[in-house]
């Protein structure tokens, strides 16, 4: 059974940096594609990032291009995102996110396997 496990989170000023941690413990497929979602205060959740597990391959929403950075242990079956520049903006909780097959596109429904989460919170 896919148990995802987010960490990293926490508090962080304005202008800093934060790296989340995505851990595959009990994976028993191989996925295609793994993500990031956030879910901001009052908004829905949204994506931010994803990484093609085999080939490498990142996508990522235009409001995190050139801040953030996706990548993969295929080995520690981990996955990261290096967050730069945060803003009070990037508050949210962050989701990781697997799928086992290849679908066009990162719209969440697409993805079967979810972590519980992590709070991201960026003060002014």
């Known amino acids: 059974q896919v148990q995802l496990v987010e960490s990293g989170g926490g508090l962080v000023q304005a202008g800093g940096s934060l790296r989340l941690s995505c851990a595959d413990s009990?994976?028993?497929?191989?996925?295609?594609?793994m993500g990031w979602f956030r879910r901001a205060p009052g908004k829905e959740r949204e994506f931010l990032a994803a990484?093609?597990?085999?080939?490498?391959?990142?996508y990522y929403a235009d409001s995190v291009k050139g801040r953030f950075t996706i990548s993969r242990d295929n080995a520690k079956n981990t996955m990261y995102l290096q967050m730069n520049s945060l803003t009070s903006e990037d508050t949210g909780v962050y989701y990781c996110?697997?799928?086992?097959?290849?679908?066009?596109?990162?719209?969440?429904?697409?993805?079967?396997?979810w972590g519980q989460g992590t709070q991201v919170t960026v003060s002014s």
């Open positions: 990484v093609n597990w085999s080939r490498g391959s990142t």
């Open positions: 996110a697997s799928r086992g097959r290849f679908v066009a596109g990162f719209a969440s429904q697409t993805f079967d396997y």
């Open positions: 009990g994976r028993t497929f191989s996925s295609n594609a």
